[in-house]
């Protein structure tokens, strides 16, 4: 997500790090300033979904190659963050609220956040909904679908968890501010039980879908998993896209059975040329693509010369 904490947990040389993982470019997109900051797919269509957090728009990326915009001016979208499909229900959703960076930012959109579904055949946008009422922050961020439908949404600034629960019409409070600093990346477990919560400042954490319990994973002393911002379920691995450390790079977190432990932890990818504040990513089939240049912080136009977005694709085999 755009906001997060200054916690540079290990600062190595650019030139002292190796270049680590076999990661190329899926796509590159002509357009500059867009700021993309998420990435999701839906198989049933094989499209893409981008988030661009600059130019408050989704585009979608459909399965011949053609990238257009998918959502449309009239939808009044501030920056959008995350993106997650149901693919049953045939909807893509979305987070959107006010960043420094977007396009025509005013002052007042700072309070403003909101969660976003849409049809995903016939790009209507159906619903807006608010963060829970009576919150004095609340900031929607990152988000991903249940296998069941529920939507969770992370924030940042507080550290809750939100879920919209399958046919509710509005977000509950699922884990409040405390035990999480900074709630970035979800990653739902395939039965549905738990949600793995990259906490960007203190590591990983395992959320309880049911009661919100959170349980802290703990790792090997001699890894950092602090500064983890994309995360992703990959069998019965977590996928890290680590960019709260220099260089950035993309990880691979081993868990125990019971999942409580992180026994394990894998660089796939360091160093790459294209990294320039990488973010989320998706997995498809046995890769992982991810945003390689999300210039957090800045805008893309505003480089020189300006830079295109870039998609990279890391083999997970």
């Known amino acids: 997500m755009w906001y997060r904490p200054i916690v540079i947990v290990l600062a190595l040389t650019q030139l002292a790090a190796p270049r680590v993982g076999n990661g190329e470019v899926a796509f590159r997109f002509e357009q500059t300033g867009l700021a993309l900051e998420g990435v999701t797919y839906d198989p049933q269509s094989r499209a893409f979904f981008f988030s661009s957090r600059r130019q408050r728009k989704v585009l979608r990326r459909g399965a011949d190659g053609a990238v257009a915009d998918f959502s449309r001016p009239s939808d009044e979208l501030l920056s ?37 579904e849409y049809d995903i055949e016939t790009r209507a946008l159906r619903r807006r909904i608010p963060p ?7 900031l929607l961020s990152d988000l991903a679908v249940g296998p069941n439908g529920d939507v969770f949404v992370a924030d940042p600034i507080v550290g809750r968890i939100y879920v919209l629960r399958q046919g509710a019409s509005a977000l509950l409070t699922l884990t409040d501010a405390g035990p999480i600093r900074s709630a970035q990346g979800i990653a739902p477990s395939a039965d549905g039980r738990f949600l793995f919560v990259a906490d960007y400042a203190r590591g990983i954490v395992r959320v309880d879908t049911a009661s919100g319990a959170v349980l802290p994973l703990p ?11 994309g995360l992703v379920l990959h069998g ?4 890290g896209v680590q960019n709260g450390i220099r ?17 394990a932890v894998e ?8 990294h320039d504040e990488p973010t989320l990513g998706v997995i498809v089939g046995d890769a992982f693509y991810y945003v390689a240049n999300s210039l957090a912080g800045g805008a893309n136009d505003q480089r020189d010369p300006p830079r295109p977005s870039v998609i990279l694709r890391l083999s997970l085999r």
């Open 132 to 138: 829970p009422p009576g919150l004095e922050r609340a």
């Open 267 to 274: 660089t796939l990818e360091q160093n790459h040329p294209e």
């Open 236 to 239: 019965s691995d977590l996928i």
């Open 219 to 229: 790792a090997p002393p001699d890894v950092a998993v602090r500064g983890i911002d």
């Open 80 to 116: 959008v963050v995350g993106l997650g499909v149901d693919v049953t229900r045939r909807r893509l959703w979305i987070t959107t609220s006010g960043s420094p960076d977007m396009i025509g930012f005013r002052k007042e959109d700072e309070k403003i956040s909101f969660l976003i």
């Open 247 to 263: 260089p950035h790079r993309v990880v691979r977190l081993r868990l125990d059975d019971a999942r409580e432990l992180i026994t």
